[in-house]
Each structure stands twice: as C-alpha cells, then as structure tokens.
C-alpha cells in the first residue's frame, strides 16, 4: 500500500505556508528545516489514507526460448497380430486380449507371448468385473403376426362297426379295417372293455377314435365315453356308461353300436 500523493502533497504545503521564508538561511538550516517537515509528516502517516494505485501496463512479451530437445519415438500400431508379418521395434499388436510392442525386429511364426526376445507386453486384459444387477423386465412385445396355415389334416379313415352287448359282439356291421373277433369284457358295472391282442399296440392310439350310439336298457337312455385304459400293455379300450344326467350305469345297457375309427 502507498500514502495517497495528494494528502501528502497537502502536509507539506502547509509546513510551508505556516512558515515565514527565509532566504538567508544556509543549506545546513534548509536540511534541518526539511528534517522536521519530514518528521512532522513521519508522525502523520498513521492517520493517512492508504490507498492501492492503479494496475500498470502489461509489458511487452518476452523472446522466445530455445527449441527442445526431440523427444523419443511412439509406438506404430499394427492392429491384429499376424502369423509370419514382419514387425520392426517399436510396432504395436494386439493377441489374446493384450497389447505387446516390438523391440526386436521379427518376421516369426511364434505369438508374442511366447517370443519374449522380440515382443515386450505393453498392456494386457484386465480381469472380469463382477456381474452388474438385473435390469427390469421389458415392455411386453406386439403380438406377432400370424404364421403361415397347415396341411390339411387326413380325413380319411377306416371303419370298424358292430352291435354289441355288455359280454359280447352281437352283430359286426362294417370292418374296413380287419378288427375280427374282439373280446367283449364287463370289468365293472357301468364299464365294458374290448379287448384285441396284438390290435391296439400295433396303430398310433392318437389317430383312433370311437364313436357310440345312445343306448338304451329298459327304456333308459346311456351314453358311452373312450377311456383308453391300459392301451399299450393291455391291448384294451374301455367304454364308460354313464346315463343321461351323467352317472355312471349301475346295469350294463344291452344291445349298443359301437364304431371305432382309425385315422390315415
């Protein structure tokens, strides 16, 4: 900080205006007289204003300096590292997840990891990181758009149709498809099983069908389901009776048609 010229300036022409002028005086008095100016002002300072002048100029710039020395050569990258291409120092490749650079000419067939006279490792693989978090499920995609139709299913089949009772074939009407001499079993009330050995186990269970009139026995109406029990060890289909509100016959019905299929 320096003392504000101009309050200065004002100490000192007051030191001189208050004192009568003298020009007799020798330059020893004149220098003792500017002597307690001095100190009268010295002791003023404190109660001067300091104040902080202002920036000066920038100056101008200054010469350049000397050129550095070269610094040394950089790596040449060569991308992948190729079996029998000539490399020369300081090329860089890259093999099995790392970077090595030349520092020996070579034209070898031998991966850089094991040509340590030649091939230097510049930076290899870091390790896998841990697995990151689940993401969220995603947005249900659209609804893809319909694939193209199928064959056409075979219609065509062979029939198999006889009147028969609960214990036995009363009368084979159509057989289209050699099912000869069945035998007709009641396993249960309400079930009847017909049997064929060496029949069922030699056609695709999944290309039969059976087909059942309504029946009657004394006037009261049966319908008859398929279950196909024991179909591949047994040789056996089983026709379930059941009456009309769906319980199971207590009584064998008598004289029903039956109409197996098998599908082409």
């Not at 060569?78 to 020996?104: K, N, P, R």
């Not at 249960?188 to 049997?195: A, V």
Request: hydrophobic letters at 35%; one cysteine or more.
């Amino acid at each position: 900080m320096a003392i504000n010229p101009t309050t200065l300036k004002a100490l000192i022409d007051a030191q001189i205006t208050n004192e009568t002028v003298d020009f007799s005086i020798t330059p020893t008095e004149v220098g003792s007289r500017m002597k307690d100016t001095i100190d009268y002002t010295t002791e003023q300072i404190d109660a001067l204003e300091l104040v902080e002048g202002p920036q000066g100029p920038q100056g101008v710039q200054g010469p350049a300096g000397p050129l550095g020395p070269v610094g040394p050569a950089g790596l040449e990258w060569q991308g992948s590292w190729v079996s029998g291409t000539s490399y020369v120092a300081d090329d860089a490749v890259g093999y099995d997840g790392a970077s090595w650079f030349c520092i020996l000419a070579t034209s070898g067939t031998t991966a850089p990891n094991l040509a340590t006279t030649n091939w230097a490792l510049l930076a290899s693989q870091g390790a896998q990181g841990p697995q990151g978090v689940q993401g969220p499920t995603g947005a249900q995609g659209s609804v893809g758009p319909a694939g193209p139709q199928g064959p056409a299913g075979s219609s065509t089949y062979s029939t198999w149709r006889a009147v028969i009772n609960y214990d036995s074939v009363v009368n084979v009407l159509v057989n289209e498809i050699g099912f000869t001499s069945p035998t007709i079993t009641n396993p249960s009330n309400g079930k009847i099983r017909i049997t064929k050995t060496g029949f069922f186990t030699s056609i695709d269970e999944n290309k039969l069908d059976l087909i059942t009139a309504t029946v009657n026995n004394l006037g009261t109406p049966y319908v008859c389901t398929l279950e196909k029990y024991g179909f591949a060890p047994n040789n056996s289909l089983d026709l379930n009776i059941f009456d009309m509100t769906g319980v199971q016959s207590t009584t064998p019905p008598c004289n029903f048609t039956v109409e197996i299929r098998i599908y082409n």
